[in-house]
């Protein structure tokens, strides 16, 4: 067993507490994080005067050709160290002496793993952020692509009026960007340093935590060493937005399996991001969208998990904290899978606009536009709606459409009913004369278009 501690111990640990208690299998994922900060930590150190310089210079060679031999393969974190800072100033002391002995100079295994998990936890917000701004920008360019390409609205997944394309997936463009900007609120509230806290009351040390934040990239240290040592609520943070995420892409996973459905057939999916069936020849299934959609509740297991372990712990640090990285983890390598996955799947759909445009003309999507030509013909709109459902009923029973009755059978139900009736509630009318800033019209979509480009050219 390799640990930094047992001089006030007189035997050894058992072995199953040993294997219980160690987090080397899991945090191992974070070397990179961990000897970066060590790194930051150490010329920190002979800055303030605590080391010499020929002691930095000698740890910070050490260092690098440890997280250089681990990254080439050379050399392997083993499981016989409790954790990766056991490993990492264990072997440093094996390859340079007692010039490793003063890495730990300052800090406590702590404040070290409040800063990997801080650090890792950063790295892996900015990973997904990019990621998410690719699929903002493929929603981008499927509105510019598909302004006029008409297609039912549902709502209670019944037809409910016509819109494009274009509009439905600025929907999801909309629910994206605020999932963007919830990732930007969560790195400003965590950008700041606890490295220097110790194990929670400081240290007597003259450490210059300014530099140390400064050498990392943190806005500044942060300002109460009990809190800096027990605060999780950025991975809390970042769990929840990226559980939101992952309700946007399970939502938008769902209309994709329902339009690649048979019934519907809206879109085709690329075989790339499709799969067969072991006995059906004829099938092909949308596996990329179920498999985002199921593991939605993956990303939300880790988030209730999380809120779960910090609910009753005192101040400061407790070891049920250990319990903030398998999951979360797995949560992060999850999204980011599924991102990338979703991301591609969405570029490379094929859409069906010529399905699309009679499924719009099908299930009276226009029966709102009828009662709004009978407004403007002097009929109260109750009373329209009422002269409509009438109409509606009447095509229900013939298993006709709107827009296939004859003027005749028109003015038998409503005699102000004239021949301008076909051009009002045409499906290209229908969506060209909402144009409301937010609607599905030409014009108002364009409009959102050009507010997004200003969007976009902003993250540059």
């Not at 999507?365 to 709109?381: E, K």
């Not at 459409?401 to 004239?418: A, G």
């Not at 509630?425 to 004369?433: G, H, L, M, Q, V």
Request: glycine content about 8%; hydrophobic content about 35%; aromatic content about 8%.
């Amino acid at each position: 067993m390799a640990q930094l501690w047992g001089g006030r111990f007189t035997k050894e640990t058992d072995q199953l507490v040993y294997n219980f208690n160690a987090s080397i299998t899991f945090d191992r994922k974070f070397y990179r994080q961990d000897m970066e900060g060590s790194m930051a930590h150490v010329k920190m150190l002979a800055a303030a005067g605590i080391l010499t310089e020929e002691e930095r210079d000698l740890i910070l060679e050490g260092i690098t050709g440890i997280l250089r031999d681990v990254e080439n393969g050379t050399l392997e974190i083993s499981d016989k160290y409790e954790d990766i800072h056991s490993f990492v100033e264990a072997t440093l002391i094996d390859r340079i002496g007692d010039a490793g002995k003063k890495l730990h100079t300052g800090r406590s295994r702590n404040d070290q793993v409040a800063l990997d998990m801080k650090l890792y936890t950063r790295d892996e917000l900015m990973e997904i952020k990019g990621q998410l701004e690719s699929l903002i920008r493929t929603c981008h360019q499927l509105m510019k692509d598909h302004i006029h390409t008409a297609m039912p609205g549902f709502t209670h997944l019944q037809k409910a009026q016509p819109l494009t394309l274009a509009h439905h997936i600025g929907a999801y463009m909309e629910m994206f960007k605020r999932d963007h900007g919830r990732l930007k609120d969560v790195y400003e509230r965590m950008n700041y340093c606890p490295l220097g806290s110790g194990a929670l009351a400081g240290t007597t040390y003259p450490l210059d935590r300014e530099m140390t934040s400064s050498l990392l990239g943190f806005y500044g240290p942060t300002l109460n060493s009990m809190d800096s040592v027990s605060d999780r609520d950025y991975v809390i943070e970042l769990l929840s937005a990226l559980s939101i995420i992952m309700m946007h892409l399970s939502r938008f996973c769902e209309e994709i399996i329902i339009w690649n459905s048979n019934e519907y057939g809206f879109i085709e999916i690329d075989d790339a991001y499709s799969t067969g069936s072991s006995i059906m020849p004829q099938k092909k299934n949308p596996d990329i969208a179920e498999l985002v959609r199921g593991k939605t509740g993956r990303v939300y297991g880790a988030l209730n998990s999380m809120l779960t372990t910090m609910k009753g712990l005192p101040l400061a640090y407790n070891k049920d904290m250990q319990e903030d990285k398998e999951l979360t983890f797995d949560a992060y390598d999850t999204v980011k899978g599924c991102l990338a996955l979703f991301n591609g799947m969405l570029s490379t759909i094929s859409f069906k606009k010529d399905v699309m445009e009679q499924s719009a003309k099908k299930g009276f999507t226009n029966a709102t536009d009828v009662a709004d030509y009978l407004v403007n013909h002097g009929i109260p709109f109750r009373d329209a709606h009422s002269i409509v459902g009438r109409l509606v009923l009447y095509c229900i029973e013939r298993q006709v459409s709107l827009d296939d009755l004859s003027l005749e059978e028109y003015r038998s139900i409503c005699p102000v009913i004239d021949e301008d009736i076909y051009e009002a509630i045409s499906i290209k009318t229908c969506i060209e004369k909402r144009n409301t800033i937010g609607a599905p019209g030409p014009d108002a979509i364009r409009k959102v278009i050009g507010i997004n480009e200003e969007w976009l050219a902003d993250l540059k």
